[in-house]
């Protein structure tokens, strides 16, 4: 179970498409569970509030843990802005938790905002943005961190697939 982490716009997803490519040609079955998708389908009555945000998390490793126990690879992509969250998946997961933090500074990551959140959240319009109005603490001891600025999506996907260990 693979848990990507990191600001909006940090390149999670695009890394995790990237890697589900590099596990698919070496026949490994995996799926992406993308905090995006899940915003829109099974977490949808959730907000951004901290009790909100910590049971996004806990839906999500449930599901992750379901998966994995399953024999599928289940790549998460979610920003788990706060040590408690992560510490909540590791603990429903367990062992095979495998916390990855894509780190990318803030200016690029608003640079590479296609639907705006960052202005929106800077003029108000959005509460609680992590990066902006709600803090992201830098993960305490992650298995693996990767600086998306500074390598393509596929180097990246590379260097995860290869300190897994696939």
């Not at 997803?13 to 698919?24: D, E, M, S």
Request: charged letters at 25%; hydrophobic letters at 40%; glycine letters at 8%.
């Amino acid at each position: 179970m693979i848990w990507l982490l990191g600001l909006s716009g940090a390149g999670k997803t695009t890394i995790a498409h990237q890697l589900q490519r590099l596990l698919a040609i070496q026949k490994y079955p995996s799926l992406i569970l993308d905090g995006d998708e899940l915003r829109m389908g099974i977490s949808q009555d959730l907000g951004f509030s901290r009790e909100d945000r910590a049971e996004n998390i806990r839906r999500t490793a449930e599901l992750a843990s379901i998966v994995s126990r399953n024999g599928i690879i289940c790549i998460c992509s979610l920003i788990t802005p706060l040590q408690q969250y992560r510490n909540l998946a590791a603990s429903i997961i367990g062992k095979y938790y495998y916390e990855i933090f894509i780190d990318c500074p803030l200016e690029i990551c608003e640079q590479r905002d296609v639907k705006g959140l960052y202005q929106k959240a800077k003029t108000g319009e959005l509460k609680e943005f992590t990066g902006i109005s709600a803090r992201f603490e830098v993960p305490a001891a992650p298995f693996f961190t990767v600086h998306s600025h500074t390598e393509r999506p596929e180097a990246t996907a590379r260097l995860i697939f290869d300190r897994l260990g696939f």
